[in-house]
């Protein structure tokens, strides 16, 4: 199927399209409203969404997916975790409405390496927010948009098994750690790689555990399966002779991230 990006005037259209369909909202002339909206009342709701609209039903449920895992406290979520939140059931719908997504250019798809899986998660693109009537959000931490889910994703595990969390911790030294979380009795630095070269991840070793304090355990979370091995390999080639402060690891980030708990 070739690629259908949206003009920002389709953006816009899709953008009222969709709030009257989501949101119960539609266009009135003679509404005292600036924009020329005003509610729809519940027993008008259901005429809205027919045949006749110019929204197909899988980029309706796209924009429901997507309005939800934007809404969430936590907007990091994977694939089925928004689609639960938007009561949008079933694989088949799932995966229509997220090649109706694609094609209009509102997200980005990505994945993410978990035990003998792979995770799969949107990125909501600027016209999607733009689509949403949203504007985009900015997160912290560095790196693309799987470096942040992984961060803020960890972090969130880490947390509700009592941990303390901080993104972007400035070592003593001033090295930028990805992630660093304590508790009483253990402090974990956690370093994501999402890109390449793996040679970067040498430099952060070095660089985290050069002084002290020193964390009881350094992890190296890799977001893709590939990655793992050929940077165990590339430690022990490098670094193997070495005496290090504390234990390093490599892992792979999927491990470390727990579901969410959402409505059912």
Avoid at 46 to 71: D, E, F, M, W, Y
Wanted: proline share 5%; with cysteine.
């Amino acid at each position: 199927m070739s690629e259908t990006n949206l003009t920002s005037k389709q953006i816009r259209e899709l953008s009222r399209t969709s709030s009257e369909t989501l949101f119960g909202i539609q266009r009135d002339e003679n509404s005292n409203n600036p924009d020329g909206y005003s509610p729809v009342q519940p027993e008008q709701r259901a005429t809205l969404i027919t045949p006749h609209c110019q929204v197909s039903v899988a980029l309706r449920n796209g924009l429901k997916v997507i309005r939800a895992q934007s809404q969430c406290e936590l907007p990091f979520l994977y694939r089925r975790e928004a689609a639960q939140v938007a009561c949008v059931k079933g694989v088949g719908a799932l995966l229509k409405a997220e090649r109706a997504l694609l094609d209009a250019g509102l997200i980005r798809v990505h994945t993410l390496a978990q035990q003998r899986t792979n995770k799969c998660l949107w990125e909501i693109l600027a016209p999607g927010y733009e689509a949403l009537g949203l504007s985009e959000p900015k997160w912290q931490s560095k790196g693309g948009y799987l470096h942040k889910f992984c961060a803020h994703r960890i972090a969130n595990t880490y947390i509700c098994q009592g941990y303390e969390a901080e993104i972007e911790y400035f070592h003593s030294n001033g090295k930028l750690v990805d992630l660093r979380v304590s508790n009483t009795s253990n402090e974990i630095f956690v370093e994501i790689c999402a890109s390449t070269p793996l040679e970067k991840e040498l430099s952060n070793i070095e660089l985290d555990l050069r002084v002290a304090p020193y964390p009881n355990e350094l992890l190296l979370a890799v977001t893709k399966r590939a990655m793992r091995d050929s940077l165990i390999t590339l430690i022990a080639e490098r670094l193997g002779n070495h005496r290090l402060p504390s234990q390093v690891r490599v892992v792979l980030a999927g491990d470390l991230i727990d579901s969410l708990k959402l409505p059912q």
